[in-house]
């Protein structure tokens, strides 16, 4: 099974840039869609970014443009790069592993596993 672990939160300053990791092992992430959700204070989790086993992109209209989800095969790692942050990013970010249909892309319940979070808060 595979256990995925992610790093690169912390405090920021609204307007900076910040890159998430999400580091596999146990298993490799090449047949499963990546995906990237958050959950800020009081609020459920919502979809951010995703990176289908097929090679698609996929984003909300809020995160489009400012956020870019990628992987390295060799390194087994997905990424998830956030662009001129803002105080309304702030939320405990979640890495996804998923092998459901394309049609639930943005879904979380077809997520097989989670990493544990990796908290960023932006200071305006």
């Known amino acids: 099974q595979v256990q995925l672990v992610e790093s690169g939160g912390g405090l920021v300053q609204a307007g900076d840039s910040l890159r998430l990791s999400c580091e596999a092992s146990g298993g490799y992430i090449e047949p499963y869609h990546m995906k990237w959700f958050r959950q800020a204070p009081g609020k459920e989790r919502e979809f951010v970014a995703a990176h289908s086993s097929k090679g698609g992109y996929y984003y909300t209209d809020s995160t489009k443009g400012r956020f870019d989800i990628s992987r390295d095969i060799a390194k087994n790692t997905a990424y998830l790069q956030i662009h001129i942050l803002k105080p309304e990013a702030t939320a405990v970010y979640y890495c996804?592993?998923?092998?459901?249909?394309?049609?639930?892309?943005?879904?979380?319940?077809?997520?097989?596993?989670w990493g544990q979070g990796t908290q960023v808060t932006v200071s305006s």
């Open positions: 996804a592993a998923d092998a459901g249909p394309i049609g639930n892309i943005r879904d979380p319940g077809t997520v097989v596993v």
